[in-house]
């Protein structure tokens, strides 16, 4: 449902609270309360079918009619009885009310008139009819301290700060604000969805990252529905904010959180992992890590390294900080020369000449003070983690003061950690007074500094610029493999052949083993003998059972009953091939035996067997497997996923987290091409995935690495109903061969990350007054942000359209890129073109925006505009000419270029359209 009305929830101007009254125990009476605390400037009232005059000397109507005679409220709180509510939404909403939050719980519990419905599908039916948008049931509310607005029944108030808190729970939430009062630290928002029905986690996450002013968001999850619209919010929030997340349910199941079983996965933690990891977010582990990354967000300069100084008056705390840092991936900052003579020359006793640097039991508040502003202002360090450990000589409130009293000196951010209980408990609360970020232990204060870190490189990795893949294969070609797929299906099976699987992999141009098919014993024989050399032979049974991937023995180091290795002459062919016949048709009656597939042994050549694969999962669509493989081994207990569409860059990251990585640098001969070999594997397997959509899983086991060659021995694919995936993957169908009114051919296609080497001397062939009309300042150079912007786009709400033409070379150039940005609701897109010099008047602008429109209106999109500087007289006159309607924005001084795509469908879409600010 998008961002649709969501402005009533966070900015309303009247709020009206329904089930409100003055009883001991009234959520309704505790909810007006809080507004009444919160200095809410709006206006207020009570709802009470028992006909209060007032609640709390807020006037009170005794129902919804009543109050829509005197005033039809922005947002409707409801804490009345559950029965009651899905009617009581439907009046709201066609008393035009717009917003809402339903507190009450219960609904999905409490029996319906109708078997088969519950009071939760019954309100949510006549929201939908009605108009009205719905956040909630059981939810605990929200709070918004930059608008004084408390609309909770939270024991608590918070203070206004920068991070927002948008969770599923009521309970967490409530503890987070208890634990942020009691710290000294505010929101920007806090927002419990609790069992909401309509307004979901990505509408929030998409409101508070377009109109809020939160530098960061917390994220509690507890369960996913829409995977897709949840990686496109986090993933845009990504880009603009610091994003942490914790989820529950990691482990358990049950009636409100019932198990999904994802084939090939012990534990579908590890895809919200990936998925995470995917968005540049951030993934805390439990409530005591939330916290400390809520002191982090609020009080810590962002870092620009990894490189962390520790500072204690004892070396068996920093010593702990130091395992800590090491285990979390971090380093410790090696400190210069420069910096340790400071250290030698200016402290009154010899510190340690290291990092950690222990200052001694008998450092002096004003000694904590020269080493921490020395180590501060180091440019080899990025961080200071300061830990004290009470003395007579050292204690603690003094020499927390003298911290806080100095903090401006220090240029870097620096963690503080007092330990203790009865001397440092008042000190943490002096640092928490002061804003100074102060944790209970050393592995606390290495843990948050981590988070930073881990942020950091996150988003690193997301705007690193992907190779090409080495050999790519054509779309044409694969969507061969696509129809063999078609077949498979209209025959009624539900997985491929070995011969099959190994054809589309060959499509792909993935190597494959030789290997020859055999019907019957007498065709395995003859096979064996106009192939048989240096090399023993190796048989295995095809039959329908078989083809299934991701199905493991419980003693995976036995070799498979379907198998038959070492045979060396015809006649032994034969044997084998009627032995496996008579297992199969004994332990699997029902199967069908479809082929016996031979291959040559792979033995004597210092070989490495790899797992790969794709499965798919019920929330998040296709998956991406890597890991150590065998016949024999146990290869869940190196199994890595990611999320496709996968990139170069992407699969070496992959690789990277897995042991066969590992194996592979320390026994390979050429680690890095075998490398780049497999992580191409990886992509091909990612576009296997987005070009079959009926592909339900497929298992590589064995992939096969030796010093001559890598190749596929085994393969397995099953079938299933198309999958969604949870980042949109590369739109191929999108691509056309054009010609210009000069007869330059030129393809035009959708932009991706590796496209942008091409982009950045693209930009360097444009001239200042184009590169100014199209940024509207001048821009020399694009930066490495600016390409992952440009280039890593989201093609659910984004869209880039290049013009490139071959060279004779075979290189490729772009000559001219059209893009838009959408907003999450699909109203309105805003548009930009921009054509090398050389080639302006060939009719490629006019071409680029008649492809982007015709794009925008098949996705459904109402608008289409563009800003332009009055003196950008060429796009002005292409814009008319294209049929654009334009005129003089007078507050941007800029020219506004407006074309219709889709007519609204509702009163909201045409306000948004009416009004400028979007909500």
Same mark, same amino acid.
């Given at each position: 449902m998008g961002t649709r009305f969501l402005k009533y929830f966070f900015e309303p101007k009247s709020v009206a609270v329904f089930g409100a009254s003055e009883k001991e125990f009234s959520m309704g009476g505790q909810v007006i309360r809080n507004l009444q605390d919160s200095q809410f400037p709006g206006q207020l009232y009570a709802v009470n079918i028992k006909g209060y005059d007032e609640v709390f000397g807020v006037r009170c109507f005794n129902n919804a009619e009543a109050l829509a005679e005197y005033q039809v409220p922005d947002l409707?709180?409801?804490?009345?009885?559950?029965?009651?509510?899905?009617?009581?939404?439907?009046?709201?909403?066609?008393?035009?009310?717009?917003?809402?939050?339903?507190?009450?719980?219960?609904?999905?519990?409490v029996p319906s008139a109708n078997p088969a419905h519950t009071l939760k599908d019954e309100m949510l039916t006549a929201a939908r009819e009605s108009g009205i948008r719905i956040m909630g049931p059981e939810c605990l509310g929200i709070l918004v301290p930059g608008r004084k607005l408390n609309a909770s029944y939270s024991s608590r108030n918070v203070k206004a700060g920068k991070v927002a808190y948008i969770g599923q729970s009521g309970m967490l939430g409530n503890a987070m604000i208890d634990w942020a009062n009691g710290q000294g630290i505010g929101f920007s928002h806090v927002v419990t969805l609790g069992d909401s029905v309509d307004v979901m986690l990505p509408d929030v996450i998409d409101y508070i990252n377009r109109y809020s002013h939160a530098q960061a968001i917390i994220l509690h999850l507890e369960s996913i529905s829409d995977a897709r619209h949840l990686m496109t919010a986090i993933r845009e929030a990504s880009r603009n904010k610091l994003v942490l997340a914790i989820k529950s349910g990691r482990m358990i199941s049950s009636e409100y959180a019932p198990e999904i079983i994802t084939p090939g996965l012990k534990n579908r933690d590890d895809i919200y992992?990936?998925?995470?990891?995917?968005?540049?977010?951030?993934?805390?582990?439990?409530?005591?890590?939330?916290?400390?990354?809520?002191?982090?967000?609020?009080?810590?300069?962002?870092?620009?390294?990894?490189?962390?100084?520790?500072?204690?008056?004892?070396?068996?705390?920093?010593?702990?900080a130091a395992d800590k840092l090491m285990m979390s991936g971090g380093k410790l900052a090696r400190l210069s020369e420069d910096t340790l003579t400071q250290l030698s020359e200016n402290m009154p006793v010899q510190v340690s000449g290291t990092n950690p640097v222990n200052i001694g039991g008998d450092a002096t508040p004003d000694r904590y003070v020269e080493v921490l502003n020395i180590l501060a202002n180091a440019p080899e360090v990025d961080a200071v983690v300061v830990l004290h450990a009470p003395t007579r000589l050292a204690p603690s409130w003094e020499s927390a003061h003298a911290v806080i009293d100095n903090r401006g000196r220090f240029r870097k951010s620096i963690l503080t950690c007092w330990m203790g209980m009865e001397e440092a408990g008042p000190a943490r609360h002096e640092f928490n007074l002061a804003g100074v970020p102060t944790y209970v232990s050393p592995e606390h204060a290495v843990q948050a500094f981590m988070h930073m870190v881990n942020y950091r490189r996150?988003?690193?990795?997301?705007?690193?610029?992907p190779p090409s893949i080495p050999h790519e294969t054509p779309y044409d070609v694969r969507r061969s493999a696509r129809k063999m797929v078609v077949r498979a299906r209209e025959e009624g099976r539900a997985a491929l052949t070995h011969q099959e699987s190994t054809q589309i992999l060959k499509a792909y141009n993935i190597p494959v083993a030789p290997t020859w098919y055999a019907k019957d014993e007498s065709e395995a024989e003859e096979i064996t003998r106009n192939n048989l050399g240096d090399q023993a032979l190796a048989v295995k049974i095809v039959h329908e059972t078989s083809c299934q991937p991701f199905v493991y023995r419980k003693h995976p180091h036995k070799l498979s009953a379907g198998l038959l290795q070492d045979i060396t002459t015809p006649e032994q062919m034969g044997q084998a091939v009627q032995r496996l016949k008579e297992k199969v048709e004994e332990k699997f009656p029902e199967s069908d035996i479809y082929e016996y597939c031979i291959q040559p042994m792979q033995r004597g050549k210092h070989s490495m067997l790899l797992n790969l694969g794709v499965t798919r999962d019920p929330v998040f669509g296709p998956v991406i497997l890597f890991g150590i493989g065998g016949y024999k081994e146990n290869v869940m207990a190196d199994r890595h996923i990611a999320l496709p569409p996968l990139n170069m860059t992407l699969a070496f990251e992959l690789i990277q987290r897995s042991h066969a990585y590992r194996l592979i640098k320390e026994h390979s001969d050429h680690p890095a091409e075998d490398i780049e070999a497999i992580s191409e594997v990886l992509v091909k397997l990612s576009q296997m995935a987005a070009d079959i959509p009926d592909l339900k899983g497929l298992e590589i086991n064995p992939l096969i690495i030796n010093r001559d060659e890598m190749l596929v021995v085994d393969v397995k694919i099953d079938l299933g109903e198309p999958a969604y995936h949870a980042i949109m993957p590369y739109p191929e169908e999108l691509r056309e061969t054009v010609t210009l009114k000069t007869?330059?051919? @030129? %393809?035009?296609? #959708?932009? =991706?990350g590796e496209d942008a080497p091409a982009l950045?001397?693209? /930009?360097?062939?444009?001239? *200042? +007054?184009?590169?100014?009309?199209r940024y509207f300042h001048n821009k020399s150079e694009l930066t490495k942000r600016d390409l992952a912007t440009l280039t890593m786009i989201n093609y659910d709400r984004q869209m880039a359209f290049?013009?490139?033409?071959?060279?004779?070379?075979?290189?490729?150039?772009?000559?001219?890129?059209?893009?838009?940005?959408t907003d999450p609701d699909n109203i309105r897109t805003e548009f930009s073109v921009l054509i090398r010099d050389d080639l302006q008047g060939e009719g490629l602008g006019a071409l680029l925006m008649r492809k982007m429109i015709?794009?925008?209106?098949?996705?459904?999109?109402?608008?289409?505009?563009?800003?332009?500087? @009055? %003196?950008?007289? #060429?796009? =002005?006159?292409?814009?008319?000419?294209?049929?654009?309607?334009? /005129?003089?924005?007078?507050? *941007? +001084?800029?020219?506004?270029?407006?074309?219709?795509?889709?007519?609204?469908?509702?009163?909201?879409?045409?306000?948004?359209?009416?009004?400028?600010?979007?909500?």
């Open positions: 409707a709180i409801i804490c009345s009885p559950p029965e009651a509510i899905p009617d009581l939404v439907g009046r709201l909403g066609h008393l035009n009310v717009k917003a809402a939050l339903v507190l009450s719980g219960g609904l999905s519990r992992t990936a998925a995470l990891n995917r968005a540049g977010v951030v993934r805390v582990n439990n409530v005591e890590e939330l916290f400390d990354a809520l002191e982090s967000l609020s009080r810590i300069k962002p870092v620009t390294g990894d490189r962390l100084a520790i500072v204690s008056n004892g070396m068996g705390p920093s010593i702990l996150s988003q690193s990795l997301l705007q690193e610029a007869g330059r051919k @030129v %393809e035009v296609r #959708p932009i =991706r950045v001397q693209f /930009h360097s062939q444009l001239s *200042e +007054q184009s590169i100014r009309f290049i013009a490139e033409e071959v060279l004779d070379d075979d290189s490729r150039e772009i000559l001219g890129v059209v893009r838009i940005w015709k794009y925008s209106k098949s996705v459904g999109t109402l608008e289409m505009i563009g800003k332009i500087l @009055v %003196e950008n007289h #060429p796009m =002005r006159g292409l814009m008319r000419h294209l049929g654009f309607a334009c /005129h003089y924005n007078t507050d *941007e +001084q800029v020219i506004d270029a407006v074309m219709p795509l889709n007519e609204p469908q509702n009163e909201w879409q045409r306000h948004r359209l009416e009004s400028t600010s979007g909500v």
